[in-house]
């Protein structure tokens, strides 16, 4: 009964916001304020109604209603409660349908938080958002229904993939789902725009923190990706350019990009044309990250259950959605362009720069991940693209982007002195040098990309702390007034340190734990050791114990230097019952210096077990560095302009005019 | 210096225009090549030894059930080798569908049991019922090599003179069976050619 109450929420659901995608947009065209009013009640309703939907959903999981289809093929009575409400996203039906809750979401936030935005604009933007919404419900409903019935109902299900049993990944989903969909958001207020024909730094405003948020729980999401696929796969590694990964990183790369030119149009009105062109880039890249997940078009690990019917329903609302947009684009664009004049020296070119090597290594992401069906499709040939192709393309272009990085924030608006900005990062110019130096005496013998590599990091994360004690005007002004100004200087500037100082770490995170990793494989007899990169491991033994719903066998490997024991590690390896699968819980050890790794394989029969260690420098600096980068995106996002709100249009514009000083934002009271 | 809000737009050229479309163009042409993705089966990876006797093997049958599977059992009539393991999750979504050809009695359906103990496969067919006619046990998997397997399941088609007619790999879906299967053995057994 429950389950067919939401089924029944949705179709009220589609039909309220087939009604919210047409009736204020034609309202706002003729001006009817009784059509535009309608925007903002309809999205509230949409919203109930789905979240009716998913709680019906999350009924059914929680209380293992084996009559759900949905629920009898993803989950089983002896999971974990954790497990039962994450296997409600853990699979296809039941994650468009999280997808579409956080839609509606997001767009009953617009209704109920945009009191602020122009009335006919606000009434728009809901109206692109409910076509999404009629594009996604229309999937749920006609091509997968999480509510269908089996009957007669089993006694139990068949489980939800052990894989995915896991607290790291019962919450990757939602958090890459807020980042896809909260794109959503500045692609709404994109075409809004368009379809309105204008662009200014209140636009800008709304848009902001829209990308910025979604910017962060992308950057979370896939953050908690690459640490899964670390700890719980057991090949040591947190990256593999899978299809798949790519799909998330596109947006990604695309949003960063969005994120640094909506400065642009806030603080300068410039850029507008570019800026929603990108908007609208970026949540293709996320329509087109779900298709590609979903369709079994490319080949990769993720792949949830594969359907043609469904590969083709996305394909063409993937083709309205886009084409759609960027025929818009392409006949309005010109109506939203002009905006300040800039030198190419300025924080202006800096961000052009940004965004055009962003963009590139997007596009070069984009071309490597489906490079293997334009060639199948054309040739019939089947090939893959790896690593080595994104290593040589992608990295290259992240060079430039690193080391301009430094240079932008110290950039002033419309024009800039490169000069100056150079001296006033003497600091992290000789830290780089110094780090430098130290990285060639002490790992000379590494591969020697890592040097400048290391320098490369270190001088991101001098450089961010140096403008920012810049900012301050620390050492140059008393200790007092340095604080106050590290007080009242902006959050987003402070945002901007963080996100930065994060980056470099990132990088000094990769490049460590990818050019002076020790790994050792063998098979070992309890009592043996082996030498890792300077950590004895000592095989104590091997003994099975049982799990909630798996049984294992837990080894036990006494780590220590130089004598001293430092540790225990207790690597499992796990086998499932429903469904049958095994899996590998690599047991880690974290410390400043590194993490120590160890697996637990196969036994061989004669008492000896195939073991794996790996010894990785510094490879958590890589999910410290993406905290601290989210941390800085929430720091920015917590900035007065954005609680204060944005201005009024007409407002704005007249203050713009009045304030003429460059450095000078516009703050509306 | 910023244009104001309320000025003419400079006269379009067309010129602008077409710049403007290539977003749209590219857009256009991905999407192309992604429908025609929705028909390609980037997991097929061609076998090289479509068309080549199969290799030479002799394994011995599972503990406690008969007919091991060795080359010259394949020779005299068309016949199916399925892949499988106990441990593999996707061998029992396929498997109900050999039970189905057994009990239809089509084609005789040969399993090779990859890298599996002989217990946990015996227990597998005992729980979900078995549809094979002979099993041979290849518990290292270095039978699995010559074959090129790379993952369970697999399945081949093996024509009468013991050569590989084509290999499907993943589980065999009812759609496999009807579209791509069942009429390669159809036309096997009437003494003529097929290809999948």
Known sequence: MIAELGHYALVLALSVAIIQATVPLIGAWRGDPGWIGLAKPSAIIQCLLVTVAFAALMHAYITSDFSVLNVATNSHSAKPLLYKISGVWGNHEGSLLLWLLILVLFGAAVAVFGGNLPAPFRARVLSVQAMIGVGFLCFVLFTSNPFERLLPAPIDGSGLNPLLQDPGLAFHPPFLYLGYVGFSMAFSFAVAALIEGRVDAAWARWVRPWTLAAWCFLTTGIAMGSWWAYYELGWGGWWFWDPVENASFMPWLAGTALLHSSIVVEKRDSLKNWTVLLAILTFSLSLLGTFLVRSGVLTSVHAFATDPARGIFILAFLIAVIAGSLTLYAFRAPAIKGGGLFAPISREGGLVLNNLLLSTACATVLLGTLYPLFLDALTGEKITVGPPYFNATFGPLMVPVFLAMAFGPMLHWKRGDLQGAMQRLKFAVSASVVALFATLIFAYDGPWLAIPGIAIGVWMIAAALEEAAYRIRLFRVPVTESLRRLWRSPRSAWGTTFAHAGAGMVIIGIVASSAWQVEKLQIMKPGESVSVGGYDFTFEGAAPIPGPNYSAVRGVFQISRDGVDIAVLQPESRTYQDPPMDTTEAAIRTSWGGDLYAVIGDPTGDGSWSTRFYNKPMIHWIWMGALIMVFGGLVSLSDRRHRVGAPVRGKAAKVAAQSKSPSTPVVAK | ?196
């Not at chain 2, 602008?16 to 192309?32: D, K, M, S």
């Not at chain 2, 090129?148 to 496999?176: Q, S, W």
Request: hydrophobic share 40%; glycine share 10%.
């Open chain 2, 1 to 196: 210096m910023s244009v104001e809000p309320n000025q003419p737009l400079p006269e379009e050229t067309p010129r602008r225009i077409w710049f403007r479309l290539v977003p749209l163009a590219i857009a256009l042409i991905i999407g192309g090549f992604l429908f025609a993705g929705l028909s390609l089966r980037p997991k097929e990876i061609p076998s090289v030894l479509i068309g080549k006797d199969v290799p030479i093997f002799d394994l011995p049958a599972l503990p406690g059930r008969p007919n091991g599977l060795k080359s010259a059992d394949l020779k005299g009539q068309v016949s199916l080798i399925n892949v499988f393991a106990s441990w593999c999750v996707s061998c029992r979504a396929e498997h109900p569908l050999f039970m189905k050809l057994k009990a239809q009695n089509i084609v005789p359906v040969h399993g090779l049991s990859y890298k599996d103990e002989g217990p946990a496969a015996m227990g597998w067919l005992q729980r979900y019922g078995d549809p094979y006619d002979r099993v041979g046990a290849d518990l290292t998997g270095r039978v699995g090599i010559d074959w090129g397997v790379y993952g369970v399941p697999e399945t081949f088609l093996i024509n009468a003179e013991g050569r590989i007619v084509c290999k499907h790999i993943g589980p065999v879906m009812d759609r496999d069976l009807q579209e791509k299967l069942l009429p390669a053995i159809a036309a096997l057994k009437q003494g003529g050619t097929a290809k999948c």
